[in-house]
């Protein structure tokens, strides 16, 4: 059960020490394998469950990986009308799923915000990849009828950008709308352009997040052949397994995770209940290959530095980190170093952990499901486990891994880390809330 975030108050600053709104979180959704909504996602990491099984949506057997970690039980009927639900892709009905969960989870309704309000919030959700699954599915009406079997909605519902435009119109949000496409950085710089919006005075709250489905025979057929995935197909729940020697590649995800950000005025002026502040935002580039890290985390490090610089943080105030970590022998390598280069002495204080190995990599929704980790780390002082390590990698760097169980203690400041093809670096800070 997730307990009750911080009541805003009408005191204290709302600038930070650069002069911009403070932006806080006052709602989250969350759609993934380990349950349809934000505390059934948190209950089941917290019990160190793993959401990868036999795939059911096709039959995989052709494949050399025969498992994903499928979102389970979705009826897009439970949230949308089935007109709508027919002219959206799978990543579209998550994230308008998500969205819904957030919106209510802070207390905004149709009769919240006022018109004028309206015109003051936006939504900036992305996608990795979009609507693969429409793709497949066009491709191959195309391939079987010609062109007259192509939908006219086969370009609305493949496009990433649709599912921010959908929620936009669902809820009459007129602010600023776009989605940002990072691959698997998508949901991080999704929450970054949002702080960007209300920091910059475009937008009093913006609804962000990110969203994925593309567990499907193009989807997994890809990965598969670029060898990125794990193949322990006798042992499905044991496959992620980040910071393990024996790890042999990522477990595909699929869902969604959406946070409503808000100026604190903003969340004042409603009388929200705030779960964190979001401090600072941080990203860069690798500018070394289109799939593979930098074999030092250069890239990562400079992202997880210019995160400490704009939000002001000292490497010792940090208390926890949901690392990027998909379960790769080169990936979690390189990541574990950054992360030793960048908190020095610290890294063995700080606790370090990959929620991957319960959800899966959930592509360009991972940084908005982790985030969402993150910060319930912070509201219940606990930190969830990277899950299925019998055996650490000694090529990881000594960090202080929070392994098979999750660890109590004190989170005042929580890091989270997304990165993706085409070296995109991103990090998100959220502090505890304080007036």
């Known amino acids: 059960m997730i307990v009750a975030p911080r009541p805003a108050s009408s005191n204290g600053q709302a600038t930070d020490p650069r002069g911009r ?5 006052t709602g989250i959704g969350a759609i993934t394998p380990l349950g349809l909504s934000a505390p059934s996602f948190w209950e089941a990491m917290l019990a160190s469950q793993s959401g990868a099984a036999r795939i059911t949506g096709f039959d995989a057997s052709a494949f050399t990986t025969h ?7 979705f009826d897009p009927l439970n949230y949308l009308d089935r007109k709508q639900a027919q002219r959206l892709d799978r990543f579209a009905q998550f994230a308008a799923a998500a969205a819904d ?6 207390g905004i309704g149709p009769d919240t915000l006022s018109p004028l309000a309206r015109e003051r919030a936006g939504v900036i959700f992305g996608s990795g990849i979009g609507g693969l699954q429409t793709f497949q599915e066009q491709t191959q009406a195309y391939l079987k009828g010609g062109p007259r079997r192509l939908s006219p909605f086969f370009i ?3 496009i990433p950008d649709m599912a921010s435009g959908f929620i936009a119109i669902r809820h009459g949000f007129r602010g600023p709308n776009h989605c940002v496409v990072s691959a698997c950085a998508t949901g991080n710089h999704n929450i970054a352009d949002g702080t960007a919006s209300i920091r910059n005075g475009e937008a009093d709250l913006i609804l962000c997040g990110g969203a994925e489905a593309a567990i499907c025979e193009l989807g997994l057929g890809g990965f598969a052949s670029m060898h990125a995935l794990s193949t322990r197909n006798d042992d499905p729940e044991h496959a992620s397994r980040p910071f393990d020697k024996q790890r042999d590649g990522f ?5 969604a995770g959406a946070l409503v950000l808000e100026s604190v005025e903003h969340a004042r002026r409603r009388g929200a209940r705030i779960y964190a502040e979001v401090v600072g935002v941080g990203a860069s580039a690798d500018a070394h290959h289109i799939t593979a890290p930098h074999p030092e985390g250069l890239g990562a490090r400079l992202a997880m530095e210019r995160i400490l610089e704009d939000g002001g943080i000292a490497p010792e105030e940090v208390d926890a980190i949901n690392m990027h970590a998909t379960s790769t022998p080169l990936g979690d390598t390189a990541e574990s170093r950054a992360v030793q280069a960048v908190f020095g002495p610290h890294a063995r204080k700080l606790s370090a952990t990959s929620t991957k190995s319960m959800t899966g990599h959930m592509l360009g929704a991972a940084g908005a499901v982790e985030a969402i980790a993150s910060l319930l780390s912070i509201v219940h002082s606990v930190v969830p486990p990277t899950i ?3 055996e650490r990698d000694p090529e990881c760097a000594d960090l202080c891994y929070v392994l098979n169980k999750p ?3 004190e989170v005042r400041v929580a890091l989270s880390n997304a990165f993706g093809f085409g070296g995109h670096n991103t990090c998100a800070a959220f502090r505890v809330y304080e007036d």
Do not use: I, S
Request: proline share 6%; hydrophobic share 45%.
């Open 251 to 255: 477990v595909m995800g699929d869902g």
């Open 67 to 73: 498992f994903a970690c499928e979102v389970k039980g």
């Open 407 to 409: 660890a109590h203690r």
């Open 21 to 25: 709104p403070r932006v806080v979180v």
């Open 101 to 106: 969960e957030a919106l209510k989870d802070a």
């Open 156 to 158: 609305p519902m493949m």
């Open 388 to 390: 299925n390590v019998t």
